[in-house]
């Protein structure tokens, strides 16, 4: 059982790590725009940081 | 302000997404696919509210900005939830929807965890606002991977439910585009028309899911040899 759950935290870990590296990639070679993928709507600019 | 190219666009973005909700209702698959009809659902309700907003405030505002990139993180969650609803479809055979349940736990826990800890690294004031920018980005890029891994699983298992992998496939289509105009955007940035492009891929999914509740039944099944060869 607990070599299951094992396996199943290392596979979580495993995409979050693929999925981090490969926006590390994309950021790294993009000014300062923004990928969103949620609907039609007019896109406006970053809220002040 | 927005021009009417953009508006139409929105508008049959939004049709689409109430249109996926009444084919799954139709063909009686409203609950087998409740996640992606509540992400659906939630698409419409955002796009109502969005609009009121941005017809209210402009879109330069912050009130629109804050609105917009909020929204966009619950809908974010919500695509993830409904991607977790396909890999249960997917491997409903081998009893494995605990250990599903957990690793999605594990993996939205420890993307918000990683995405506090890039924002305190950054900036010495944490903002909710960068929070949420930052947790959207990330779960897209997890939702990414995730689709991809699961479009492997489907090859692999020689998944033969014609309805369940358009719908996969739909959802690799819609990552894949706008991965490839927001490549194009940085390589072209001063090509105006790729900003069309990019509300017009959001009507990619909500077409391609209205299209497999419409016309795919849920009994209907694909030849695996039409699928892929994959070697055992």
């Known amino acids: 059982m607990s070599r299951r759950l094992t396996a199943v935290a290392f596979l979580a870990m ?6 981090m590296g490969l926006k590390t990639v994309v950021v790294a070679h993009s000014g300062n725009s923004v990928i969103m993928a949620n609907g039609g709507a007019p896109q406006p600019p970053r809220p002040p940081q | ?21 009444v084919c799954a209702a139709k063909s009686r698959s409203f609950r087998r696919y409740i996640l992606l009809n509540v992400y659906m659902g939630l698409s419409f309700l955002v796009s109502v509210g969005r609009y009121q907003v941005l017809s209210r405030a402009g879109m330069e505002s912050l009130e629109y900005s804050y609105f917009y990139y909020y929204s966009d993180l619950l809908l974010t969650i919500a695509l993830y939830f409904a991607l977790l609803n396909l890999y249960s479809l997917v491997f409903d055979e081998m009893k494995v929807e605990r250990y599903l349940r957990l690793g999605a736990i594990l993996l939205l826990g420890g993307t918000a965890w990683f995405s ?23 779960l897209y890029f997890v939702g990414l991977v995730l689709t991809y891994a699961l479009w492997g699983a489907v090859l692999k298992l020689r998944e033969t439910r014609a309805r369940l992998i358009q719908l996969v496939l739909a959802l690799g289509v819609y990552f894949s585009a706008f991965a490839a105009n ?10 105006t028309v790729l900003h069309y492009v990019t509300p017009l891929l959001g009507c990619i999914l909500p077409a391609a899911w209205a299209y497999s509740f419409l016309r795919v039944s849920e009994d209907q099944r694909l030849a695996p040899s039409r699928l892929a060869e994959v070697p055992r």
């Open chain 2, 116 to 138: 506090y800890g890039v924002i305190n690294q950054s900036s010495q004031k944490i903002l909710l606002s960068h929070f949420v920018y930052e947790l959207s980005q990330n």
């Open chain 2, 1 to 21: 302000m927005p021009g009417p190219v953009e508006y139409s666009i929105w508008l049959v973005c939004t049709v689409l997404e109430v249109a996926v909700v």
């Open chain 1, 14 to 19: 495993l995409v979050l790590a693929g999925a």
């Open chain 2, 182 to 191: 927001y490549a194009l955007q940085n390589l072209y940035p001063n090509i």
